[in-house]
């Protein structure tokens, strides 16, 4: 079956970076739009950024604008999140998902997404 398993996240000083990785293993292919999305304590899950099967389109939640860059590499069936200037409020276990009704498009709802990771801790420490 579809895997899709999520590292790199731990513990890291405000201002601080981290890249979360997800791979994808199982009948999957490549034409599928991925993204990562958080769950903070308190708060429901929230779409952080999301890319289409080429990289052609991205769409990022505002809190991550500026800071955050998603990006892929097919051949690996991997999408990745590169956190910088990184806050208290990023704080959260981030997922990341995929979408195979959707290739081109950058879908936020969650409904949108059949296959999710376990999820990654990232905390951010003041």
């Known amino acids: 079956q579809v895997q899709l398993v999520e590292s790199g996240g731990g513990l890291v000083q405000a201002g601080g970076s981290l890249r979360l990785s997800c791979a994808a293993s199982g009948p999957i292919g490549s034409t599928h739009t991925m993204g990562w999305f958080r769950h903070a304590p308190g708060k429901e899950r929230e779409f952080v950024a999301i890319?289409?099967?080429?990289?052609?389109?991205?769409l990022y939640a505002d809190s991550a604008k500026g800071r955050f860059t998603i990006s892929r590499d097919n051949a690996k069936i991997t999408v990745y999140l590169k956190m910088n200037s990184l806050k208290p409020e990023d704080t959260a276990v981030y997922y990341c998902a995929i979408s195979r009704l959707h290739s081109v498009g950058v879908p936020t709802a969650l409904s949108a997404y059949e296959y999710w990771g376990q999820g990654t801790q990232v905390t951010v420490s003041s």
């Open positions: 890319i289409n099967w080429n990289g052609g389109r991205t």
